[in-house]
């Protein structure tokens, strides 16, 4: 019963530096998301993608990168990081009927806190 | 896009007091109003949601309402208990649209 599971939970890296975030659900949606936590902003979505094989910008896309792999695994990369990027990053998932339904409630991951030096 | 406005930002209450959180939306072809709870170290979680054809939902201690001629809905946690003490976080969304999230409220209830 994992549901969205994030890893790393925790990383410091250097201005410059890059590294990938993971993130892989077992609940079979079809949708899943990138956010970004800053105190007083809420959840800013950088990236998502409503199926496999596709991905589209949220909010604060810039200097971001993103992969569907599969269905059940959505990466987000940093390619050179910067001290703005200091964050807490939560990945999301959701199913989202093909018919016009309604929307579902997203399923967080507990984040991966991210220290930019 | 979307904008979602949350108030307040921080909320004090006595245990055993109900607490109210408002959250106004823009647009009016929003139609899905979930509402997150998060505690610290966690990510956030679904405690009750409500569809625009709606106009209330209650789930033991904690109901939601929804005035779509004023766009705005709310949260109202009744008989408050420590464990209430988190961040709660409103959001709408249009059918297949991404999320807009408000800022989030800090619930500490006092014992």
């Known amino acids: 019963n994992a549901g969205v599971t994030q890893t790393p939970k925790f990383q410091v890296l250097k201005t410059g530096q890059s590294m990938t975030l993971q993130c892989a659900q077992d609940?079979?949606?079809?949708?899943m998301y990138w956010y970004r936590q800053d105190p007083g902003m809420g959840l800013r979505l950088i990236y998502y993608?409503?199926?496999?094989?596709?991905?589209d910008k949220g909010e604060v896309p810039n200097g971001y990168n993103v992969s569907r792999l599969n269905k059940r695994e959505f990466s987000l990369r940093l390619e050179s990081a910067a001290p703005s990027q200091t964050s807490v990053y939560f990945c999301?998932?959701?199913?989202?009927?093909?018919?016009?339904?309604?929307?579902?409630?997203?399923?967080f991951g507990d984040g991966t806190r991210l220290s930019i030096l | 896009g979307e904008n979602v406005e949350q108030h307040p930002s921080t909320l004090s209450v006595q245990e055993g007091d109900s607490a109210v959180i408002k959250c106004t939306y823009s647009?009016?072809?929003?139609?899905?109003f979930p509402w997150y709870k998060q505690e610290l170290g966690k990510g956030p979680q679904l405690i009750i949601d409500?569809?625009?054809?709606?106009g209330e939902k209650k789930d033991q201690r904690i109901a939601v309402t929804l005035n779509k001629t004023a766009k705005h809905f709310s949260l109202h946690i009744t008989e408050t208990q420590p464990e209430d003490s988190a961040v709660y976080f409103c959001?709408?969304?249009?059918?297949?649209?991404?999320?807009?999230f408000g800022t989030g409220t800090s619930l500490t209830v006092i014992p």
């Open positions: 993608s409503a199926s496999e094989g596709t991905t």
């Open positions: 999301a998932s959701s199913h989202i009927s093909p018919s016009r339904a309604g929307s579902q409630p997203q399923h």
């Open positions: 409500i569809r625009s054809n709606v």
């Open positions: 959001a709408s969304i249009m059918t297949g649209n991404q999320f807009y």
């Open positions: 609940m079979n949606h079809n949708s």
């Open positions: 647009d009016s072809a929003s139609n899905y």
